[in-house]
T-cell receptor, first 114, second 114 residues
Framework: GESVGLHLPTLSVQEGDNSIINCAYSNSASDYFIWYKQESGKGPQFIIDIRSNMDKRQGQRVTVLLNKTVKHLSLQIAATQPGDSAVYFCAENLPSGGYNKLIFGAGTRLAVHP | DTGVSQDPRHKITKRGQNVTFRCDPISEHNRLYWYRQTLGQGPEFLTYFQNEAQLEKSRLLSDRFSAERPKGSFSTLEIQRTEQGDSAMYLC????????????FGPGTRLLVL
């Protein structure tokens, strides 16, 4: 399949290590943030979300941290596995005229080496 | 599979031809979104439906683009007189709506205009 994100920043990690992917967002009015994983040739897959009134949320092997002061979001993946290799996008949800407008960041490619 | 589906998955066409893509959302989702994604970028919002009503269109959606959701279920995106710059991945997402809604994406339709 085609390659998503040919010129994206890449984070290379060893299998079993922890990964941290960072994202800066733009709008102070954004009320909800989502991390998506996108494998080559596929659509974005929901990983975890966090509301703006929280600063941390944990899922299975993943943790999202939100720092509204500096408009920064991070995704931590514990014990990274080869199946985690993909492009990761953060998205901010900006309420806009009664609907929710998702604004995506540039993406980071995660490469997991055995 | 009860996720979002899109058809076709790939489309190659000649410049000037018309193309139509279909999206079937998750059955109970009343909101449907179309996005466009080019290589190395995150998805960009194109348009949004609440049931059968098209409530928002991006400036990216030129008059050659039209989208419909006639019965509030599936949606079609048509591009008339395609140009090489239309080559991209077209993604559909659906959601239940409400605060903190999660948009779930389909696999996308990859369009190549020759």
């Amino acid at each position: 399949g085609e390659s998503v994100g040919l010129h994206l920043p890449t984070l290379s990690v060893q299998e079993g290590d922890n990964s941290i992917i960072n994202c800066a967002y733009s709008n102070s009015a954004s009320d909800y943030f989502i991390w998506y994983k996108q494998e080559s040739g596929k659509g974005p897959q929901f990983i975890i979300d966090i509301r703006s009134n929280m600063d941390k949320r944990q899922g299975q092997r993943v943790t999202v941290l939100l720092n509204k002061t500096v408009k920064h979001l991070s995704l931590q993946i514990a014990a990274t596995q080869p199946g985690d290799s993909a492009v990761y996008f953060c998205a901010e949800n900006l309420p806009s005229g009664g609907y929710n407008k998702l604004i995506f960041g540039a993406g980071t490619r995660l490469a997991v080496h055995p | 599979d009860t996720g979002v589906s899109q058809d076709p998955r790939h489309k190659i066409t000649k410049r000037g031809q018309n193309v139509t893509f279909r999206c079937d959302p998750i059955s109970e989702h009343n909101r449907l979104y179309w996005y466009r994604q080019t290589l190395g970028q995150g998805p960009e919002f194109l348009t949004y439906f609440q049931n059968e009503a098209q409530l928002e269109k991006s400036r990216l959606l030129s008059d050659r683009f039209s989208a419909e959701r006639p019965k509030g279920s599936f949606s079609t995106l048509e591009i008339q007189r395609t140009e090489q710059g239309d080559s991209a991945m077209y993604l559909c997402a659906s959601s239940l709506g409400g605060v903190g809604e999660t948009q779930y994406f389909g696999p996308g339709t990859r369009l190549l205009v020759l």
